[in-house]
């Protein structure tokens, strides 16, 4: 199925700069979570900026509804994160989305820090949510990287000038797109069913 076998092949291409992806990427999440549970005010004022942006009232309203919340799940993870942190930047600026990303990925680590009972009952099935989602966005910043180089150094894909290189560059993102999509999408849905049904008897709801 090429649809699999070409994302795939593009990462063995590619295997240094995605390992170190994502080593630099859950590394900057894990610090970002020890940063919260060492300065618990950082981690209190991301929630509080969710609270007072409605973000934790669209939550609750939506977690007895599964499919919807996963929808919504998916389109904030498709459209906020990997369209406009990681994907459009990098189209104006080679490799602007990468450098994006790494600090989303420090506030989503301070997000994350469980600092009560509850959020550690939270964070233990989540932190599967974070690794699919995590992984689908490395395979973005991946894809970043490739149309960087290919934009700056066609040479590097066989082309003969910039513009050809961007084309081919983006084909590879375009891969590499598809394949975060299906992760985001078993992800959006494992995180609807687990805040719906998991954490409520993790948390003694």
Known sequence: MRTVRRPLQIIRDHLRPYLVLNAVMYGLLLLGVA?????????????????????????????????????????????????????????????????????????????????????????????????????????????????GWAWLRPSTVDAANRRQGYLRGLRSLGWLALAALALLVLGAVYEALSLRYLVPVLAGV
């Open 35 to 147: 940063l919260g549970l060492l300065f618990p005010q950082l981690n209190a004022a991301r929630v509080e900026g969710l609270d007072t942006g409605g973000t934790t009232d669209l939550v609750v309203s939506l977690l007895t509804n599964p499919p919807l919340f996963a929808l919504t799940i998916l389109a904030v993870n498709v459209f906020t994160v990997s369209l406009a942190s990681i994907i459009l930047p990098s189209l104006v600026i080679p490799f602007a989305g990468i450098a994006v990303f790494a600090y989303r990925a420090v506030t989503i680590g301070i997000t994350l820090a469980p600092n009560g009972s509850t959020t550690w009952a939270v964070l233990v099935p989540h932190s599967l949510t974070a690794l699919i989602e995590f992984q689908a966005y490395i395979l973005l910043t991946l894809g970043v990287w490739v149309h």
